[in-house]
């Protein structure tokens, strides 16, 4: 029978969940994903989520549905982990999740007017949110921004909170002549500081610069993948050309592929 499950197509998430369990299975499973832990599974969960992400901007449904299905696995992992050590189960994070759900809506799950606009349940959310975390005994205005995420989406996270207590710029031009400011440390810094007092002044201005991106309504990790993807296009291009006269970049000088990138960016832009 549990063979007839791990290979029945139709079988759903069951059969995904038995798969897993036969992988971790001590004695018939396989010896790598024996191994694993929720340290050296988090990684992939990570990186998972990233290509998530990457199909859905490059509007590759067939990939994003692989994709969903590699990041569904990494839940499974970690719930079949949580089993073992009996934490959870993936039908308690399944409960959980539905519970959350239901108590942070209550404008469709209960006797709220659903009559509100996108700005209004966003701060219903944030204060259900709020409660929540009070309950944990989160008492702090910043508990509850995991360390591990990404640093430019954490720093957002960060101001956001900040911002929610009055601790925030009114405007952005304030901002702005912040950025100013820290860039300026930063020139005087590597002349005249040590690496790590160069390291701050780094972070401090990078930090600003996030908060830059919330002030004009920019999600500044979206932002960086955007200039990620731009860069990369037209530093190909560039190639391409270097190509087409028989050369490589080592073949290059600066000059040469400088004058080619002004090309390719006239070209991107003519009509």
Not at 52 to 75: F, S
Not at 115 to 135: F, L, N, V
């Amino acid at each position: 029978m549990a063979d007839d499950l791990i290979h029945d197509r139709n079988a759903g998430i069951e059969r995904l969940l038995h798969i897993m369990q036969r992988l971790r299975d001590p004695k018939i499973g396989c010896p790598w994903d024996i191994e694993q832990t929720f340290d050296t599974i988090a990684p992939y969960t990570i990186e998972e989520a990233y290509e998530v992400a990457d199909a859905i901007e490059r509007r590759d449904w067939p990939e994003l549905e692989g994709e969903l299905g590699d990041l569904l696995l990494q839940t499974v992992y970690h719930t079949a982990m949580g089993a073992e050590a009996g934490h959870f189960t993936f039908q308690s994070v399944v409960q959980a999740i539905c519970d959350k759900m239901v108590a942070r809506h209550p404008h469709v799950f209960g006797d709220e007017s659903r009559d509100k606009s996108s700005a209004q349940q966003t701060a219903d959310w944030e204060q259900i949110k709020a409660a929540e975390r009070a309950g944990k005994a989160q008492k702090g205005t910043l508990d509850g921004v995991a360390v591990g995420l990404p640093a430019l989406l954490r720093a957002l996270k960060l101001q956001k909170r900040a911002a929610r207590v009055g601790f925030d710029w009114p405007s952005t031009t304030q901002v702005l002549d912040k950025i100013i400011e820290e860039a300026a440390e930063l020139v005087e810094a590597k002349d005249t500081l040590t690496q790590a007092e160069v390291h701050e002044e780094y972070g401090d201005l990078m930090f600003v610069m996030a908060n830059l991106g919330r002030h004009l309504d920019l999600d500044p990790e979206a932002a960086l993948r955007a200039a990620n993807a731009k860069f990369t296009r037209r530093f190909e291009a560039v190639e391409a050309r270097l190509a087409q006269i028989g050369k490589t970049p080592a073949e290059s000088d600066l000059a040469e592929m400088d004058a080619l990138w002004d090309a390719v960016k006239h070209a991107e832009r003519a009509p």
